[in-house]
């Protein structure tokens, strides 16, 4: 996969990539949208059938971005 640059997938930018001693790993991919994320996994798992048994895609932001957010959408939840 790597070395035939079938990763990242295209569009996506691969900022970290960390392994686990217990087997996990946890990588940090920047996209504009969230196909590209989800080809980036997908491609993994075409190529390498049952390499991953459980995969969680979550968006991030900056700390800074996400607290008025998140205290935004407390504020609309309560009304």
């Known amino acids: 996969m790597l070395s035939k640059k079938f990763y990242p997938a295209p569009r996506?930018?691969?900022?970290?990539w960390y392994l686990t001693p217990?087997?996990?790993g946890i990588s940090v991919s920047d996209a504009e949208t969230t196909e590209d994320i989800t080809n980036n996994i997908k491609?993994?798992?075409?190529a390498k059938?049952?390499?991953?048994?459980?995969i969680k895609i979550e968006p991030a932001l900056e700390t800074v971005?996400?607290?008025p957010?998140?205290?935004k959408l407390s504020r609309k939840v309560k009304e």
Do not use: S
Request: net charge positive.
């Open 65 to 67: 971005q996400l607290i």
């Open 22 to 24: 217990g087997g996990g």
């Open 43 to 46: 491609l993994w798992r075409i």
């Open 49 to 54: 059938p049952g390499i991953f048994k459980t």
């Open 12 to 16: 996506v930018k691969q900022l970290t």
């Open 69 to 71: 957010l998140r205290m």
